[in-house]
């Protein structure tokens, strides 16, 4: 019986690691997805450089010369999804008022909700990116800047 109760308590503790590792890359993989599509600046810009530095075996030097040219490409496309803002608004409008015809009151006032949040947190990031501040946009959390 001494045999089967250390199996037990092994296999108890194993399988109580791996609930806990997939808890912790859970909430890391959420949380990165999540500071990618609020267009975290430092978090796509950082994740581009290590993709290039591994993919064409980059040289420091060679790294610190591509960085501004990074920088320089991102403040672009974040330019561009400011002028585009308007467009995406009207379709996402559209694509929500659609939705609300399959939905019971309660989950169109949390839809409602949650597409004033998202447009609070893009309107935070605009901001960021046309007022030229360094650092990294509004976090998807908080809505306040993670470095100042």
Not at 9 to 26: K, S
Not at 79 to 88: A, G, M, S, Y
Not at 94 to 100: E, N, V
Request: charged share 30%; proline share 3%; aromatic share 8%.
């Amino acid at each position: 019986m001494s045999r089967f109760k250390a199996g037990l308590i092994i296999a108890a503790v194993f399988l109580c690691g791996m609930v806990a590792g997939a808890f912790v890359t859970r909430q890391v993989f959420w949380y990165s997805l999540g500071k990618i599509l609020a267009g975290d600046k430092g978090m796509n810009e950082s994740l581009v450089l290590h993709k290039l530095s591994v993919d064409l075996d980059l040289s420091r030097e060679q790294r610190e010369k591509i960085r501004p040219v990074v920088d320089e490409t991102f403040r672009n496309i974040y330019l561009l999804r400011i002028q585009q803002r308007p467009e995406l608004d009207a379709v996402l409008s559209d694509g929500i008022r659609k939705a609300k015809r399959f939905l019971d009151a309660e989950q169109a006032r949390k839809l409602d909700e949650l597409f004033l949040k998202s447009q609070k947190l893009r309107s935070a990031s605009d901001k960021w990116v046309t007022d030229g501040k360094g650092g990294q946009p509004p976090s998807p959390v908080s809505g306040e800047s993670e470095i100042k």
